[in-house]
């Protein structure tokens, strides 16, 4: 983290010096070797957080450490003299501007130069010092830094890490089913060479169960040539090529060669394939970590298409996938052991195979809760507790509260902390402060993946790329999480984007304790009693009745609140300083009113409300001139100040409400009213809703195709007459990915058939109101993956349009066809996965013809009063593994019943879940297929359908 915030800031500094500010000599002076100072120590960062993690040498962390607040000093300096600058430009544009209120600025300018000027000197002499200071840690130092990653202590971990290799089979649980299918893989694999590579997140157990599958005797009876390679760290190469050579001339029985030493390493590329040629061998490469490591030993294994495998265990998704695309393959992603076997394994070592007592039973839970199914884990934990008394339950409670300390001061579970922390130090600089940015979500939290994101662009982590989005870099972030098994995909949208990410909470114990260490964020609980004196990121999880005790300086750039706070807190909260403050998350608090302290936050890029019940946002908004994202969704705002035109650097607005009285209601969503003017001008803007167009609408409309940035565009009360205009506008957004437009009532023609040339990578649309006739462009877009059309009322059979849309997956018509028949023909929608249909009034038929909607997963269907028969064909949607009826005649389902009498029920036979539900008193009753009967007799109600499959439908 010390070489993140060193680049961070050199990064600003190259910002500061490429503007037009006024300086003194002396500030420059100043500046620019802070530049040369940090530059210098830079250079010597590298290695630096393995270094901090492994190194016993107390001097070389006292050295980071200096290293890391320094730097956070120097930032705090900066970032005052730009607000001081910005300040005074302001106010002197806005107030007086008679020459004595000029001097006046300027003299007031002059002082705070000079003293910004002595600040960075101080700093500068600092850096000096600390820099002098490396020189007498020299020797040390270039031995832990430029050597080995791993210093003595992480050697005697490696060592501890090959224990994996020598456990007993009763040592083992939750492996048989992983293993008989990768035993299967190698002794049924066709003639050609291939790699088969084991992935999963760090103490899962991708060693031993490798290993357990190499040592399996139906494996070694296939292969004449074994050989078990661990690829060890830093990596070189020409030793791992000699490491193989050693090994395979034990096992051939061949003298290694002489002068193995001395030869290059096409030499040694040339020994290796000359000893497994012609040969049957099996070969695993045990813990890769990059791409490159595969590079230099692919070329030594020849395919002598006698069926010879090679295995990888490694924590990175694409290393096992583009070893695979090398070599033909698979990748087998080893999961976490299921609740019942954790516990077996829990049990087995903290108990020595008894049982739990059971005044210890939740408590060894909700430990093994956190586990998540973590092999490693499981076992160093129970570990820790095999050693204390059964009944001393509050020494067992005590490490179910404070689980982080535990792993942080606990020598039992260094391992554990190791296998964990490697994965985070081996992360690039610019993915370190993202990774341990998680930490400020309470436990089990899903992280919205688009939150994160713009999360992420105001703290200034994501760094800019030519021809690149910032939103767009910082998913390359996410997915490089993702590859290294350092995030999970906790939800996603029906067209397979990831709408939820979640952290494994142990990884997050580790976070919030190098957090803290490192000073990067500070988590407050209600059991919170002491916090650092300087803190830089604020996060509240729960209610805080000592939050008065609370002092925050003018470090603090982030600021969140997680969980109900009391009004009198908030107040108390806002007498601290928040001039540098970039990240305001007030999401759920218990506010009325626009905060008026938030005028003074010049910094500030990020400001949420959601879901609180403040109605208006006021004039003096335009002071937020650093303002990227503004969250007023489900707040009660219905209208903003044409002030909001001022925020030039706008990116993401956001300005929604919901208000649902029954589930099939024309306005669920409500938007807000746009002040007129030219809201053009906000040439950043990526994401726009919802707003209302019936107000000043023309020009409105108009304005909109300036915004060529737009990514999200969101439309209300659209009337029939502005359609043209809006065309012209839309043709103009080529960015855009997602449109919705809802006409100002349900018989509303929406007309957006001048449209011309749409824009080509839309992906979502959604269309609410009437269309005269379906727009003829759609089936030109070839990207479009999600479409919703409701309350259409075409004439003509939409699906004729739709049928051969290539990459359409979601689709849902509501009142959107008055035809008494709808045909899905054969071959087409081939990639549809969900479709939902309703309110088809005059629907009797229903006709899937074999080889329609081959990916067809969930079928809903709504509201269709005259339809009493299931789809004719439905039997052949193989895939369909969800079928959900809404308020549909009774006649319907009692076909489907499967007591004998239901003749259609042999048609659904293949459908895991099959559902009827029905709307009641304001809510769903949901019934499965077999517990119908008990409702028809007012017995109590079957299996109930999680909401969260309610949620999908008719929400855009």
Request: proline letters at 3%; a positive charge.
């Amino acid at each position: 983290m010390a070489e993140s915030a060193v680049i961070f800031l050199l990064n600003k500094l190259s910002n500061l010096v490429e503007t037009e500010f006024q300086l003194l000599n002396g500030v420059w002076q100043e500046i620019a070797c802070l530049r040369g100072e940090l530059e210098r120590i830079r250079d010597l960062l590298k290695d630096a957080d393995e270094v901090e993690e492994t190194s016993d040498d107390q001097g070389l962390k006292v050295w980071i450490k200096q290293v890391r607040e320094v730097t956070h000093d120097a930032e705090d300096v900066v970032d005052e003299f730009i607000l001081v600058h910005a300040h005074h430009h302001l106010v002197g544009g806005e107030v007086l501007s008679g020459c004595l209120y000029k001097l006046s600025c300027c003299v007031k300018s002059l002082k705070s130069q000079y003293r910004i000027a002595l600040q960075l000197q101080r700093v500068n002499g600092r850096i000096r010092d600390i820099y002098a200071a490396h020189k007498r840690l020299c020797l040390s130092f270039s031995v832990s830094l430029r050597g080995s990653c791993f210093t003595p202590s992480g050697e005697t971990w490696h060592d501890r890490r090959e224990d994996a290799l020598f456990l007993a089979d009763n040592d083992v649980v939750g492996i048989d089913k992983p293993k008989r299918q990768l035993v299967e893989w190698l002794i049924n694999g066709g003639s050609e060479r291939e790699v088969i590579g084991v992935t999963g997140m760090g103490g899962i157990g991708k060693t031993t169960l490798v290993k357990k599958v190499y040592d399996d005797f139906k494996v070694e009876k296939n292969f004449k040539i074994h050989a078990w390679i661990t690829v060890s760290q830093p990596f070189n190469k020409n030793e791992l090529l000699k490491d193989m050579i050693q090994n395979l001339s034990y096992v051939i029985k061949r003298a290694i060669p002489e002068g193995m030493e001395n030869m290059n390493y096409e030499e040694l590329i040339t020994i290796i394939k000359n000893m497994l040629k012609e040969r049957r061998y099996l070969i695993v490469f045990d813990d890769l970590w990059n791409l490159y490591e595969w590079e230099a030993v692919k070329y030594a294994l020849p395919n002598s298409k006698n069926g010879s495998k090679v295995m990888i265990t490694t924590r990175k998704d694409d290393v096992a996938l583009n070893s695979c695309k090398d070599f033909k393959g698979k990748v087998y992603n080893l999961m976490p052991l299921s609740q019942d076997v954790s516990w077996e394994l829990f049990c087995r070592k903290a108990f020595a195979g008894n049982p739990c007592p059971p005044y210890l039973f939740e408590i060894c839970k909700d430990i093994l809760r956190k586990c998540e199914g973590l092999p490693l884990a499981v076992v160093a934990l129970s570990g820790v507790l095999a050693k204390k008394d059964t009944w001393r339950i509050d020494e067992w409670d005590m490490i179910r509260r404070c689980l982080g300390v535990e792993i942080q001061g606990n020598d039992k579970l260094e391992d554990l902390k190791k296998v964990l922390s490697l994965s985070l130090n081996d992360l690039p600089y610019y993915l370190k402060s993202c990774f341990l940015y998680l930490g400020i979500f309470p436990e089990g939290y899903l992280i919205k993946r688009m939150t994160l994101i713009r999360l992420w662009i105001a703290e200034g982590f994501i760094e800019a790329k030519e021809g690149r989005t910032l939103e767009e870099v910082a998913q390359d972030y996410l997915n490089d999480l993702l590859n290294r098994n350092l995030m999970q995909v906790a939800g996603m949208t029906t067209d397979r984007r990831v709408k939820f990410y979640r952290i494994h909470d142990l990884l997050r114990e580790i976070i919030i304790s190098k957090s803290r260490d490192q000073n990067f964020a500070v988590i407050v609980k209600e059991q919170t009693t002491t916090w650092p004196g300087r803190v830089r990121r604020l996060s509240i999880h729960t209610s805080l009745p000592n939050v008065q005790d609370i002092r925050l300086g003018s470090h603090l750039r982030s600021l969140f609140m997680f969980g109900v706070v009391e009004k009198s807190s908030l107040h108390t909260l806002f007498q601290g300083s928040f001039m540098l403050l970039r990240v305001l998350d007030f999401q759920r608090a218990p506010l009325k009113t626009f905060p008026v302290e938030v005028a003074d936050m010049f910094y500030l890029k990020y400001l949420s409300l959601r879901k609180t019940k403040v109605k208006t946002i006021p004039r003096y908004i335009r002071k937020l001139q650093n303002l990227e994202t503004l969250d007023l969704k489900k707040t009660c705002v219905t209208q903003l100040p044409i002030e909001i035109l001022q925020l030039h650097k706008l990116r993401h607005l956001l300005v929604y409400h919901f208000k649902v009285e029954s589930y099939a209601d024309f306005y669920s969503k409500f938007g807000f009213k746009a002040a007129s003017g030219n809201i053009g001008s906000l040439q950043s803007l990526q994401k726009l809703c919802f707003i209302e167009a019936c107000h000043d609408c023309n020009m409105i409309l108009r304005e909109l195709g300036k915004l060529n940035q737009l990514r999200r565009l969101g439309i209300m009360k659209l009337r029939r007459q502005d359609g043209k205009v809006l065309c012209l506008s839309i043709e103009r957004l080529k960015n855009l990915r997602s449109l919705s437009i809802t006409s100002t009532e349900e018989n509303e023609v929406i007309d957006l058939q001048q449209l011309s040339s749409p824009p080509q990578f839309l992906e979502r649309l959604y269309l609410t109101g009437r269309l005269e006739e379906l727009p003829s462009w759609i089936p030109s877009l070839h990207g479009l993956v999600r479409l919703f059309l409701k309350w259409s009322l075409l004439r003509d059979d939409p699906l004729v349009h739709l049928q051969d849309l290539p990459n359409l997956v979601h689709l849902e018509l509501l009142q959107v066809y008055d035809g008494e028949t709808l045909c899905f023909k054969a071959g087409k929608f081939k990639k549809l996965t969900l479709l939902g249909l309703d309110k088809f009034d005059k629907l009797k038929c229903v006709q899937v013809e074999e080889g329609a909607l081959p990916c067809l997963e969930k079928l809903v269907i709504h509201r269709c009063n005259m339809l009493w028969s299931v789809p004719f064909g439905i039997e052949h949607l193989t895939k369909l593994k969800v079928l959900t009826f809404f308020d549909m005649p009774d006649k319907l389902i009692m076909k489907l019943q499967p007591d004998g009498n239901g003749e259609d029920h042999w048609k659904v036979k293949h459908v895991t879940e099959v559902y009827s539900a029905y709307w009641r008193d304001g809510s769903w009753d949901v019934y499965s297929i077999d517990s119908f009967r008990e409702r028809q007799s007012k017995q109590p109600p079957g299996i109930v359908m999680g909401s969260h499959d309610l949620r999908t439908l008719w929400k855009v």
